[in-house]
């Protein structure tokens, strides 16, 4: 929602996602309290921290582009089944078994694609061009699968997933600012005040949904797939009922039945992940 307001209250969205992960990193060292010698040991993947700390601003744009141009419905719904490449990664790279639920699921997900990034048509809007959004959402839906196997591939190595993201906020913060400062020193932007509580308001947001999902999967030790599924059937469900209730965002039917296949093929997998 907020980077679907962002145009509106003129704020620049790459100063907001600079100061989203200074908030983010500030929170994490002050109450997660990570230890960071576990980044002495000879087998920290540096090439994927410093891959991920790349990654993680850049699909932030990406993702707001696609907000914009594509809305918020199809957007998190694109975001949400990049599961469906990381599952395709874990059985071919990292060696996680397949089964028939899984294998259900990531085929209804490849179908519910499909129909997501399928343009709407224009109605009553005629004479005025839409935008495009399809590239943006396969880019949303690429780029968060990657982030996704980048993490796997921290977690493999034993580097503690809380000290590994709060050192990737940290480099994110660092060249972010960079960017940014070069930015306004070549007349392109300016640092304003609204940036930088809309950033830190986006890096609070940021912090509690990972705070969150970790505090869950402690509470359901023995539930993974509750707390998966409850997370990402419920964001596709809570963003289709505010792009198109709060933000009036037109869907095609074909838009429609991809958002409900989106959502059975995460119940699927969800599924899968209990079984032997």
């Not at 991920?52 to 998190?76: H, M, Q, Y």
């Not at 089964?99 to 694609?113: E, R, T």
């Not at 480099?171 to 020193?185: D, I, K, S, Y």
Request: aromatic content about 8%; some cysteine.
């Amino acid at each position: 929602m907020l980077l679907k307001l962002a145009p509106r209250y003129r704020l620049d969205v790459g100063q907001a996602v600079t100061w989203n992960y200074a908030a983010a990193c500030g929170l994490s060292l002050l109450l997660l309290q990570p230890s960071f010698a576990a980044l002495r040991s000879p087998g920290t993947p540096w090439f994927a921290l410093l891959t991920l700390a790349v990654a993680l601003p850049s699909i932030f744009l990406v993702l707001a582009r696609s907000v914009r141009e594509a809305g918020i419905v199809r957007s998190d719904v694109a975001q949400r089944l990049s599961l469906l490449l990381s599952l395709a990664a874990a059985f071919t790279l990292f060696g996680e078994s397949a089964n028939g639920w899984k294998i259900a699921g990531l085929c209804i997900g490849l179908l519910a694609v499909a129909g997501i990034v399928t343009r709407p048509s224009e109605g009553h809007a005629s004479g005025r061009r839409r935008p495009r959004g399809w590239p943006w959402l396969l880019a949303v839906w690429g780029g968060f699968a990657l982030i996704d196997i980048l993490l796997k591939r921290v977690a493999q190595s034993g580097t503690p997933s809380l000290t590994s993201l709060t050192l990737c906020f940290a480099l994110a913060f660092a060249l972010m600012l960079l960017w940014q400062v070069a930015r306004h020193l070549g007349g392109h932007s300016r640092f304003a005040a609204r940036n930088l509580l809309a950033g830190l308001l986006l890096g609070t947001l940021n912090f509690g949904n990972i705070l969150f999902y970790v505090r869950a999967h402690q509470a359901l030790p023995h539930s993974p797939a509750v707390v998966f599924a409850s997370m990402n059937i419920g964001v596709v469900a809570l963003g289709a009922l505010v792009g198109m209730q709060v933000f009036g965002e037109r869907t095609s039917r074909l838009n429609r039945v991809g958002l409900v296949m989106a959502v059975l093929a995460i119940g699927l997998i969800a599924w899968g992940t209990r079984q032997p």
